[in-house]
């Protein structure tokens, strides 16, 4: 189970710092990523982070510099710090998981477990 938290309504520019927590599986055999939504939008790649041992991570060409994914797993819990936010970054936000990627995967249907999903609004 994924549960999001961390949305809300910033203004332009303002930082603001998702969170997803997962239990009952082991945290550290899963691939987490962000991916978000807007209205009337495909679910979109925004970063995604390997299991362990050195956390390589990936990033959408639109937050790049601007976000960073991370991951605590003695807390089982995976972070999208976003930094310089934008009104185009306005979506819901959801954290996904996979056991069985060996790259990170940038496409929702490559990741088994999703989140409920959390609503950032930025506007300007």
Do not use: H
Not at 15 to 28: H, K, V, Y
Not at 78 to 103: G, H, R, W
């Amino acid at each position: 189970q994924l549960q999001a938290s961390g949305g809300g309504l910033v203004q332009a520019g303002v930082p603001l710092r998702l969170s997803c927590a997962a239990s009952g599986r082991t945290f550290s055999n899963y691939v987490m990523g962000w991916f978000r939504q807007a209205p009337g939008k495909e679910r979109e790649f925004v970063a995604a982070i390997s299991r362990s041992g050195g956390y390589s991570t990936k990033y959408a060409d639109s937050v790049k510099g601007r976000f960073t994914i991370s991951r605590d797993n003695a807390k089982n819990t995976v972070f999208l710090q976003m930094n310089s936010l934008k009104p185009e970054d306005t979506a819901v936000y959801y954290c996904a998981a996979d056991p069985t990627i060996v790259l990170l995967a940038t496409t929702p249907r490559s990741y088994e477990y999703w989140g409920q999903g959390t609503q950032v609004t930025v506007s300007s």
